[in-house]
C-alpha cells in the first residue's frame, strides 16, 4: 500500500483544510515542534483505513478527532494498492451524546475517472480493507504505523499473535492450506478404494468352467431355434388351411344366432283384432258425444231464457221485510198513542200531588207556630193580661198543639214521596214515548228504502208466484249442469278411446319398425319379402324362412367339425414337439406353448430373448473379468496416490513445514533487525529471538542478555 494524497479538514488540530501530496516521493519525514500535528496526520492514514485512531485506546472512541472549534472531521486518503488506486473518504460528526462516524467509504478508481463502492459504511471498510492489505486494524496498527510510546508493545507482544501475524504477513497458511487438501484427498483415496474393493467383491469375475458353460447354452439355444423355427412354419400352413374352416364355422355360429332371433313377439296375434275394436269404439264415443252437447246446449238456451234467479231471491226477500216493516210501524204508532195518554195521565197526577204537598207544607208551618206559641200558656193567669197581647186572658187554651205539629210533618214526607214516584213514572213515560218516535222515523226509512229497491223489479210481488218461479229456474239450473257433467263424461271416454287407438296404432307401428328392422338386419341372408298387409302373417314368413335356413347351417357345421378334428390332431402333435423343443431350453411358462395354442410370435420371441440372453451372458462374463481387472489397476493407482497424500498432509501440519517456515522468517527477521540496531547502538545491542520472546544481546557488558523491555 503506497499513499498517494491525504487531505484532513476540522481533524484535530487541522481546523483548516489541510492537502498532503506524496507523488514523486519515496522518502518522508514529519518535522515540527510538539503539537504541530505530526501524530495526527498519521491518526487521519489510519482513520481513512479504519474508520478508528489507535492512540485512544477504544476502537470505537472518534469525538478526540474533531477540532474544538469544529462540527465534524472530514479526511480523504487516496493511495495505490496492486496497481489500483483507492479512494478512502471519512467524516465525524458532533452529536447529542458524543460523535458518530457518519461517512466511511472504501471506492475503487477505473482507468477513466469513474469510482465503484467497494464499502459504504465502518463494518464493511473494515471487512474490505483487511482483505486489501491483509492487515487487521490492530495488526496494521502493531507492524505499519507504531503509535508514540507503543514502540516496543510488538517486541512484547505474545508468542502466539506474533506467530499468527507473521504467517499472514508471510502468507505462510498456504502450507497449511496445502496440507488440509492433501489429507483431504488421502482420505478421498481410501473412500474411492474402500468402494471399488466392494464392487469387486459384489462383482466376482466368471471361472474359466462358468465360461464353457454359457458357451455351450449359446449353442443349445441355436439348435432349438432352428428346430422350433421348422415346426413354426409346419404350424403356419396348417393353420393356414384351417383358418378358412374356422372362419366358415364361427360364420355358421353366428348366423343361427341371427336366425334364431326371429321369434313372434307376445301380443301380435291380437293387435290387428284390438285395433279395430278401438276403432268402433272411437266412432261410438264420437256419436255419444255429439248428442250430450247437443243436450248441453239446449238446456243453456233454457236456462238463459229464464229470468235471473239471484234476481227473483233478492225481491222476494225485500217484500218479505217491507211488510214485516209495515206490520212493525202500526204497532209502533199504536204504542205511541198508549204513551201519549200515560204521559197526559202522569201528568195530572203530578200536578195533583204537587197541590196536595203544598198544603201541606203550610199546615207545617201552622203546626209549629201553634206549638211555639203553646209554650207560654203555663205563664196565662185567667183575668191576668197576656205576655203578648196585653189583653186580658179569658180562658186558658186546652188542645196538643206539639202532637198537630208532627202529624202536619209526617204528611208532608208521604205527599214529598209520592211526588218522587210519580215523577220518575212520568220520565219513564215521556222516554218510551220519544223511543216509539225514533224507532217509528227508523222503520219509515226502511219502508222507503225498500219501496225504492224494488221499484226496477216488474214481476209479480207475490210471494207464493216468485217461490215457484225460483223453484223453476232451479229445475232448469240442474238440468244445465246434468247435461254439462254428461257432455264432459262423453268428452272423457271419447278421448280414452282416441287414447287407445293412438296407442295401438303406435304399437302396430313400432312392431312393423321392429319386424322391418329385423329383416333389414337379415339382408345379407336374402330373406322373403314382406307385404304389410298383416303383421301377424308377415312375422309367420320370417319366422317360418328362419327355421328353414338354421336346419341346412347345422348340416353344413356337422361337415366342417369332422374335417376340423382331424387338421386338429395334427396341430396337436407340431405343438407337442414345439413344446419339448422349448422346454429343453427353459424358456416357456405356458403362455407361448400351452393349452391356448401356439403363439409363433412369442415363441420367436422369447427364443430370441435366450438366445440373446446366452450371448450378453458369455459378453457380460468376459466384461465382468475385464471390468475387475480395471478394478484392481485403479486400487493401486488410488493406494499409491493415498500414500503420498498421506504423507505430504502430516508433513505440512501446524507444527511441521509450516513451523519450520515460520522459524527461519522469524530468523530472517530478526537478523535484518539486528543490522539496523547496531546502527542505532554504535554496535552496542543485538536482537535475537527465544522460544517465546525477543531479547536484546548488550555487547559492551560481555554479551548480556537483556529483555526488551529495559
Known amino acids: 500500500m503506497r499513499p498517494r494524497r491525504l487531505e484532513v479538514d476540522g481533524f484535530s488540530t487541522f481546523r483548516e483544510r489541510t492537502v498532503l501530496d506524496f507523488d514523486g516521493l519515496d522518502l518522508v519525514a514529519f518535522t515540527g515542534a510538539t503539537g504541530a500535528g505530526k501524530s495526527t496526520l498519521i491518526d487521519a492514514i489510519t482513520f481513512a483505513l479504519y474508520g478508528s485512531v489507535a492512540r485512544y485506546d477504544n476502537a470505537s472512541r472518534v469525538a478526540p478527532v474533531i477540532h474544538q472549534l469544529s462540527n465534524q472531521a472530514r479526511v480523504r486518503l487516496d493511495f495505490e494498492a496492486g496497481g489500483r488506486t483507492y479512494p478512502a473518504p471519512g467524516v465525524v460528526g458532533r452529536g447529542g451524546r458524543g460523535a458518530t462516524t457518519a461517512e466511511a467509504r472504501l471506492e475503487v478508481a477505473d482507468g477513466d475517472g469513474q469510482t465503484t463502492v467497494l464499502a459504504g459504511e465502518v463494518g464493511e471498510l473494515n471487512d474490505a480493507v483487511e482483505q486489501l492489505l491483509g492487515l487487521d486494524f ?388 336374402e330373406p322373403p319379402t314382406l307385404d304389410h298387409r298383416s303383421l301377424l302373417a308377415d312375422h309367420e314368413l320370417l319366422q317360418s324362412w328362419a327355421a328353414e335356413r338354421a336346419e341346412s347351417l347345422a348340416a353344413e357345421r356337422i361337415e366342417l367339425a369332422t374335417e376340423g378334428k382331424r387338421m386338429a390332431a395334427d396341430r396337436g402333435r407340431l405343438a407337442g414337439t414345439l413344446a419339448d423343443a422349448v422346454a429343453s431350453v427353459g424358456i416357456d411358462d405356458g403362455a407361448a406353448v400351452g393349452s391356448p395354442g401356439v403363439d409363433p410370435g412369442l415363441v420367436r420371441s422369447r427364443l430370441a430373448d435366450a ?36 504423507a505430504l498432509g502430516r508433513h505440512l501440519r501446524s507444527g511441521g513445514f509450516g513451523s519450520w517456515l515460520l522459524a527461519e522468517a522469524l530468523d530472517a527477521i530478526v537478523a535484518k533487525a539486528t543490522v539496523w540496531l547496531l546502527q542505532l547502538s554504535n554496535d552496542q545491542y543485538s536482537l535475537v529471538a527465544g522460544d517465546k520472546h525477543f531479547a536484546i544481546i548488550d555487547h559492551t557488558n560481555a554479551d548480556e542478555t537483556r529483555d526488551v523491555r529495559t
Not at 206559641?373 to 197576656?386: I, K, Q, S
Not at 216468485?466 to 223453476?472: G, I, N, P, R, Y
Not at 458369455?618 to 498421506?646: C, F, K, M, S
Open 138 to 525: 490492530k495488526q496494521f496498527t502493531r507492524t505499519i504505523v507504531l503509535p508514540q510510546g507503543e514502540f516496543a508493545a510488538f517486541l512484547r507482544d505474545d508468542p502466539a499473535n506474533r506467530d499468527k501475524l507473521l504467517q499472514r504477513l508471510l502468507d505462510l497458511g498456504v502450507y497449511e492450506r496445502m496440507g488440509q487438501l492433501a489429507r483431504a484427498r488421502a482420505k478421498k483415496s481410501a473412500n474411492q478404494i474402500e468402494i471399488l474393493a466392494e464392487q469387486r467383491r459384489a462383482s466376482a469375475p466368471p471361472t474359466d468352467e462358468e465360461l464353457a458353460d454359457l458357451g455351450r447354452r449359446v449353442e443349445l439355444v441355436e439348435a432349438v431355434r432352428s428346430t422350433v423355427e421348422q415346426a413354426l412354419d409346419e404350424l403356419a400352413t396348417l393353420d393356414a388351411a384351417l383358418d378358412p374352416l374356422r372362419a366358415r364355422v364361427t360364420e355358421i355360429d353366428r348366423t343361427a344366432e341371427r336366425l334364431a332371433e326371429v321369434e313372434m313377439p307376445a301380443g301380435v296375434a291380437d293387435l290387428d283384432d284390438d285395433r279395430v275394436a278401438a276403432e268402433a269404439a272411437v266412432s261410438e264415443a264420437a256419436a255419444a258425444l255429439a248428442t250430450a252437447r247437443t243436450t248441453r246446449d239446449r238446456a243453456l238456451v233454457a236456462l238463459e231464457a229464464a229470468p235471473d234467479r239471484a234476481e227473483l231471491v233478492r225481491a222476494a226477500s225485500q217484500i218479505e221485510q217491507l211488510a214485516e216493516a209495515r206490520v212493525k210501524i202500526d204497532g209502533l204508532r199504536a204504542s205511541a198513542g198508549d204513551a201519549d195518554r200515560l204521559v197526559a195521565e202522569l201528568t195530572t197526577e203530578q200536578a195533583d200531588v204537587d197541590s196536595a204537598l203544598s198544603r201541606a207544607e203550610d199546615a207545617v208551618r201552622t203546626a209549629r207556630l201553634a206549638a211555639d206559641a203553646a209554650g207560654w200558656t203555663a205563664a196565662l193567669v185567667v183575668g191576668e193580661p197576656c205576655p203578648v197581647c196585653h189583653r186580658e186572658v179569658e180562658t186558658i187554651p186546652d188542645h196538643d198543639a206539639a202532637g198537630e205539629a208532627e202529624a202536619a210533618a209526617a204528611e208532608q214526607q208521604r205527599l214529598r214521596a209520592e211526588s218522587k214516584t210519580v215523577a220518575t213514572r212520568l220520565a219513564r213515560a215521556v222516554g218510551g214515548r220519544e223511543a216509539a218516535a225514533e224507532e217509528i222515523e227508523r222503520q219509515g226509512e226502511r219502508i222507503d228504502l225498500l219501496e225504492l229497491q224494488l221499484s226496477g223489479f216488474d214481476g209479480d210481488r207475490d210471494l207464493e208466484s216468485l217461490a215457484s218461479t225460483v223453484e223453476t229456474v232451479e229445475a232448469l239450473e240442474q238440468a244445465h249442469r246434468a247435461a254439462g257433467a254428461a257432455a264432459a263424461e262423453a268428452e272423457q271416454v271419447a278421448a280414452e278411446a282416441e287414447d287407445r287407438r293412438r296407442r295401438l296404432d303406435q304399437s302396430l307401428a313400432a312392431m312393423r319398425a321392429a319386424l322391418s328392422s329385423r329383416r333389414d338386419a337379415l339382408a345379407d341372408l
Open 611 to 646: 438366445l440373446a440372453d446366452a450371448r450378453t451372458a458369455v459378453a457380460t462374463a468376459a466384461d465382468r473379468r475385464d471390468r475387475d481387472a480395471e478394478l484392481a489397476a485403479r486400487i493401486d493407482q488410488l493406494d499409491g496416490d493415498r500414500l503420498l497424500n498421506d
